[in-house]
């Protein structure tokens, strides 16, 4: 009973548009609403005990599992960020990191990736507008997630 109303308070801190993604019954959906217009300590505790209840009637894991993902989703795609700015730095300075590129990734096309880290050297020695730089870290970002996606 304690998870669902748990449940139930985490679904109240929830954008309403994502909410309507859930497919709450109607009821649920209206008492959680009603909860966000409730400043009164004592009256929100009861409405969230109402939630509550009104969670004992709706499979819980399917929800638990969307906002595990509506939170998780962030988390992935600055790990992903992260991981292409590293290949970048690498890239841009250590002769091997391509052949690791290749490696790790084996649907990297080496030539275009090659063709790229040398144009964005270029441009950071003459100190010129960043396109090849910026388009390596597009590139790179694009064989992240796809491995990423091929992965988990």
């Known amino acids: 009973m304690s998870a669902l ?29 009603a909860t966000r217009r409730i400043k009164q300590h004592e009256a929100r505790r009861r409405q969230m ?5 009104l969670m004992r009637d709706v499979e819980a894991e399917p929800i638990r599992a969307r906002l595990a993902e509506w ?19 690498r890239l841009l300075v250590d002769g091997a990191a391509l052949d690791e590129l290749c490696l790790e990734f084996p649907a990297a096309d080496r030539d275009a990736f090659a063709r790229l880290v040398e144009l964005a050297q270029r441009e950071q020695s003459r100190g ?25």
């Open 49 to 53: 005990q109402f939630i509550g209840r």
């Open 5 to 33: 109303q748990a449940l139930g308070e985490a679904l109240v801190d929830v954008d309403p548009a994502r909410l309507r993604e859930l497919e709450l019954p109607e009821r649920l959906a209206e008492a959680i609403a």
């Open 128 to 152: 010129g507008r960043p396109h090849a730089y910026r388009e390596l870290f597009r590139a790179l970002g694009t064989l992240v997630s796809g491995s990423r996606q091929q992965h988990g």
């Open 71 to 89: 939170t998780d989703a962030p988390r992935r795609e600055k790990a992903r960020l992260q991981a292409t700015e590293r290949w970048r730095a």
